[in-house]
């Protein structure tokens, strides 16, 4: 079975740092597409930052220049680096992983995964 496991979420102030941390098991790593998505209670989840089998990254714009999204294939582990943090950015945060073929492609805007998903860390900005 995949498995996606979300840490790292916390509770920080306003201009401060979280690194968030996606532990991924039980499919071939280095072939999917991975990305990190936000949702607030109510809304749409939306795509933070993507990143492809390459390692390209996408972002989406306000987040541009403080978030960096990056993954180490030796551990199997996606991360988000986030900085400069907002009191907007405040959401519930998961990863997510599929195939591009499957997902619509891997950039933001067109990946929009089915199949995999982690179980979200809560971020909160104050």
């Known amino acids: 079975d995949v498995q996606l496991v979300e840490s790292g979420g916390g509770s920080v102030q306003a201009g401060g740092s979280l690194r968030l941390s996606c532990a991924a098991s039980?499919?071939?790593?280095?072939?999917?597409?991975m990305g990190w998505f936000r949702q607030l209670p109510g809304k749409e989840r939306e795509a933070v930052a993507v990143?492809?089998?390459?390692?390209?990254?996408s972002y989406t714009d306000s987040v541009k220049g403080r978030f960096t999204i990056s993954k180490d294939n030796a551990k199997n582990t996606l991360y988000l680096e986030m900085s400069r943090l907002k009191p907007e950015d405040s959401a519930m945060y998961y990863c997510?992983?599929?195939?591009?073929?499957?997902?619509?492609?891997?950039?933001?805007?067109?990946?929009?995964?089915?199949?995999?998903w982690g179980q979200g860390t809560q971020v909160t900005v104050s």
């Open positions: 039980g499919y071939t790593y280095n072939r999917y597409c």
């Open positions: 990143i492809t089998t390459a390692g390209s990254t």
């Open positions: 997510a992983a599929d195939l591009p073929f499957l997902s619509g492609g891997c950039a933001i805007g067109s990946f929009h995964p089915r199949r995999h």
